[in-house]
Protein backbone atom coordinates (compact mmCIF):
# COMPACT_ATOMS: atom_id res chain seq x y z
CA UNK A 1 0.00 0.00 0.00
CA UNK A 2 1.23 3.32 -0.70
CA UNK A 3 0.80 5.91 1.48
CA UNK A 4 0.88 9.63 0.58
CA UNK A 5 0.84 12.88 2.87
CA UNK A 6 0.19 16.41 1.74
CA UNK A 7 1.60 19.26 3.31
CA UNK A 8 2.04 22.83 2.07
CA UNK A 9 -1.77 24.03 2.24
CA UNK A 10 -2.45 27.77 3.71
CA UNK A 11 -4.35 31.35 3.37
CA UNK A 12 -2.90 33.36 0.65
CA UNK A 13 -3.89 36.56 -1.01
CA UNK A 14 -5.24 36.43 -4.78
CA UNK A 15 -2.07 36.75 -6.57
CA UNK A 16 0.13 34.83 -4.24
CA UNK A 17 1.89 31.74 -4.55
CA UNK A 18 1.95 28.35 -2.49
CA UNK A 19 4.05 25.17 -2.97
CA UNK A 20 2.80 21.72 -1.91
CA UNK A 21 4.74 18.80 -1.26
CA UNK A 22 3.29 15.01 -1.37
CA UNK A 23 5.66 12.66 0.40
CA UNK A 24 5.03 9.26 -1.21
CA UNK A 25 6.17 6.27 1.05
CA UNK A 26 6.82 3.76 -2.22
CA UNK A 27 10.20 2.75 -3.75
CA UNK A 28 8.62 2.10 -6.92
CA UNK A 29 7.32 5.65 -7.34
CA UNK A 30 8.98 6.42 -10.17
CA UNK A 31 6.72 4.15 -12.00
CA UNK A 32 3.52 5.54 -10.71
CA UNK A 33 1.52 8.29 -12.53
CA UNK A 34 0.95 10.90 -9.77
CA UNK A 35 -1.40 13.65 -9.84
CA UNK A 36 -2.77 16.27 -7.72
CA UNK A 37 -6.60 17.20 -7.76
CA UNK A 38 -8.65 19.26 -5.88
CA UNK A 39 -12.33 19.73 -4.60
CA UNK A 40 -14.25 22.67 -3.52
CA UNK A 41 -17.28 23.24 -1.68
CA UNK A 42 -20.01 21.37 -3.86
CA UNK A 43 -17.88 20.68 -6.60
CA UNK A 44 -16.80 17.33 -7.85
CA UNK A 45 -13.12 16.66 -7.23
CA UNK A 46 -11.12 17.26 -10.68
CA UNK A 47 -7.91 16.53 -11.87
CA UNK A 48 -5.34 19.80 -11.43
CA UNK A 49 -2.03 18.00 -13.09
CA UNK A 50 0.02 14.86 -13.50
CA UNK A 51 3.44 14.30 -13.75
CA UNK A 52 5.01 10.48 -14.63
CA UNK A 53 8.15 11.04 -12.66
CA UNK A 54 9.98 7.89 -14.83
CA UNK A 55 9.85 10.39 -17.92
CA UNK A 56 8.89 13.70 -16.83
CA UNK A 57 6.04 14.16 -18.63
CA UNK A 58 3.33 16.27 -17.41
CA UNK A 59 0.05 17.29 -17.75
CA UNK A 60 -1.99 20.38 -16.69
CA UNK A 61 -5.91 21.35 -16.63
CA UNK A 62 -6.40 23.98 -18.59
CA UNK A 63 -7.46 26.30 -15.36
CA UNK A 64 -3.91 26.13 -14.36
CA UNK A 65 -1.79 25.86 -17.30
CA UNK A 66 1.13 28.64 -16.76
CA UNK A 67 0.62 28.93 -13.32
CA UNK A 68 0.73 26.10 -11.58
CA UNK A 69 3.65 23.50 -12.30
CA UNK A 70 4.33 20.06 -11.11
CA UNK A 71 7.50 18.58 -10.43
CA UNK A 72 9.23 15.76 -8.12
CA UNK A 73 12.31 16.86 -6.04
CA UNK A 74 15.73 16.09 -5.83
CA UNK A 75 15.51 13.83 -2.84
CA UNK A 76 12.72 11.37 -4.48
CA UNK A 77 9.61 9.98 -3.38
CA UNK A 78 8.85 13.63 -3.16
CA UNK A 79 6.26 15.47 -5.66
CA UNK A 80 5.68 18.98 -5.17
CA UNK A 81 2.62 21.67 -7.23
CA UNK A 82 4.11 25.46 -7.45
CA UNK A 83 1.38 27.53 -7.39
CA UNK A 84 1.73 31.01 -8.29
CA UNK A 85 -0.73 33.98 -9.28
CA UNK A 86 -3.33 32.43 -7.53
CA UNK A 87 -6.91 32.97 -7.72
CA UNK A 88 -10.04 32.62 -5.34
CA UNK A 89 -11.61 30.44 -8.21
CA UNK A 90 -8.37 27.75 -6.61
CA UNK A 91 -9.39 27.41 -3.29
CA UNK A 92 -10.26 23.84 -2.85
CA UNK A 93 -9.06 21.07 -1.08
CA UNK A 94 -5.82 19.95 -2.56
CA UNK A 95 -5.04 16.14 -2.69
CA UNK A 96 -1.91 14.04 -4.02
CA UNK A 97 -3.03 10.60 -5.88
CA UNK A 98 -1.12 8.03 -7.07
CA UNK A 99 -1.96 5.67 -9.99
CA UNK A 100 0.02 2.47 -9.43
CA UNK A 101 -1.50 0.69 -12.77
CA UNK A 102 -0.88 2.92 -15.31
CA UNK A 103 1.37 5.28 -16.73
CA UNK A 104 0.14 9.09 -17.54
CA UNK A 105 -1.97 9.07 -20.79
CA UNK A 106 -2.98 12.92 -22.15
CA UNK A 107 -6.67 10.98 -21.90
CA UNK A 108 -6.65 9.68 -18.71
CA UNK A 109 -4.27 11.73 -16.20
CA UNK A 110 -7.39 13.16 -14.90
CA UNK A 111 -9.97 10.51 -13.84
CA UNK A 112 -10.46 9.91 -10.44
CA UNK A 113 -10.91 6.40 -11.04
CA UNK A 114 -8.22 6.10 -12.23
CA UNK A 115 -6.03 6.32 -9.19
CA UNK A 116 -5.78 3.98 -6.09
CA UNK A 117 -3.94 5.66 -3.73
CA UNK A 118 -4.85 8.92 -2.22
CA UNK A 119 -3.80 11.45 0.71
CA UNK A 120 -5.60 13.36 2.94
CA UNK A 121 -5.83 16.61 1.21
CA UNK A 122 -4.41 19.87 2.32
CA UNK A 123 -6.79 23.20 2.29
CA UNK A 124 -5.66 25.68 -0.04
CA UNK A 125 -7.82 29.21 0.22
CA UNK A 126 -7.56 32.16 -1.81
CA UNK A 127 -9.04 35.42 -0.59
CA UNK A 128 -9.55 38.42 -2.84
Known amino acids: QVQLVESGGGSVQAGGSLRLSCAVS????????MGWFRQAPGKEREGVAA????????YYADSVKGRFTISQGNAKNTLYLQMNSLKPEDTAMYYC?????????????????????WGQGTQVTVSS
Open 51 to 58: IQPGRDTT
Open 97 to 117: AANRASDCYAWSWSREHEYNS
Open 26 to 33: ARAYSYYC
